[in-house]
C-alpha cells in the first residue's frame, strides 16, 4: 500500500512558466514533509520541506503548499529554469527516523 | 560541507556472488540508510540503522543484510547476487530525531552505486 504517490512521471515545462509538481499521501498523522531534487549519476539532495501546522513555505523561487484536508502537497518553481530539469522526489516522515518517498516526477525545462 | 561516500559508482557483478556495498559519512550521524531506487518505484527503503550494531527491517529488506561496525560505516550486503537486484543503490545519513513531532529530519545522500548483476 503507497503511502506517497505522485502520479506524474513526467512534465515538461517551458523555460519561465511555473512548474507545478503534486504528492498525495494516504496518513493524516504526518508531520513534515519534504521535497528532494535528484541530477543524473548524483544522489537526492534537499530542497524544500513544510510543517503540517503550515499550508505554505517559500524558498526563492520554489514554493511547496500543503492541503492537509485534502492530503495533498504540491511544488511550486517560478520561473522554471533549465537547471531545474531533474526528478523531483516527495517524501513524507515517517515515525521517529524515517522518510517514506514517492515515485517521483521527472521535470524537463525547454528552452 | 556534508559528505556521504559510496564506495564505488559503478558495479557488475555475475549471478550468486557476494556483493559489499559501502558507504561512508563524516557527519557524526547517528542514522544510516539503504534504498534502491529503480523507475517507477522511487526510493525504496531496504534497511536502516538507528546506532552502532543496531539494525531494522525497511520495506524490502529480502535478499540484503547490512553492517554497522563503526558509527561512520554502513555496508549493504547482497548474500547471493540476483538479477533482480540489478539497481542503482543510494545511502543517506541523518541526525537522530529527538524531537518527535513538527522536527524535519533531513537525510543526506551519497551520489549511489550502480550495480548490474549479470
Known amino acids: 500500500d503507497q503511502q506517497v504517490k505522485q502520479n506524474s512521471p513526467s512534465l515538461s515545462v517551458q523555460e519561465g512558466r511555473i512548474s507545478i509538481l503534486n504528492c498525495d499521501y494516504t496518513?493524516?498523522?504526518?508531520?513534515?514533509f519534504l521535497w528532494y531534487k535528484k541530477y543524473p549519476a548524483e544522489g537526492p539532495t534537499f530542497l524544500i520541506s513544510?510543517?503540517?501546522?503550515?499550508d505554505k513555505n517559500e524558498d526563492g523561487r520554489f514554493t511547496v503548499f500543503l492541503n492537509k484536508s485534502a492530503k495533498h502537497l504540491s511544488l511550486h518553481i517560478v520561473p522554471s529554469q533549465p537547471g531545474d530539469s531533474a526528478v523531483y522526489f516527495c517524501?513524507?516522515?515517517?515515525?521517529?527516523?524515517?522518510?517514506?518517498f514517492g515515485q517521483g516526477t521527472r521535470l524537463t525545462i525547454n528552452p | 560541507d556534508v559528505k556521504v561516500t559510496q564506495s564505488s559508482r559503478y558495479l557488475v557483478k555475475r549471478t550468486g556472488e557476494k556483493v559489499f556495498l559501502e558507504c561512508v559519512q563524516d557527519?557524526?550521524?547517528?542514522?544510516m540508510f539503504w534504498y534502491r531506487q529503480d523507475p517507477g518505484l522511487g526510493l525504496r527503503l531496504i534497511y536502516f540503522?538507528?546506532?552502532?550494531?543496531?539494525?531494522e527491517k525497511g520495506d524490502i529488506p529480502e535478499g540484503y543484510s547490512v553492517s554497522r561496525e563503526k558509527k561512520e560505516r554502513f555496508s549493504l550486503i547482497l548474500e547471493s547476487a540476483s538479477t533482480n537486484q540489478t539497481s542503482m543503490y543510494l545511502c543517506?545519513?541523518?541526525?537522530?530525531?529527538?524531537?518527535?513531532?513538527?522536527?524535519?529530519?533531513?537525510?543526506?545522500f551519497g551520489a549511489g552505486t550502480r550495480l548490474s548483476v549479470l
Open positions: 543517506a545519513s541523518s541526525r537522530k530525531r529527538q524531537v518527535l513531532w513538527l522536527a524535519k529530519n533531513i537525510q543526506y
Open positions: 496518513n493524516s498523522m504526518f508531520d513534515y
Open positions: 513544510i510543517s503540517s501546522i503550515k
Open positions: 517524501a513524507v516522515q515517517q515515525g521517529a527516523q524515517k522518510l517514506v
Open positions: 557527519m557524526d550521524h547517528e542514522n
Open positions: 540503522s538507528y546506532d552502532v550494531k543496531m539494525k
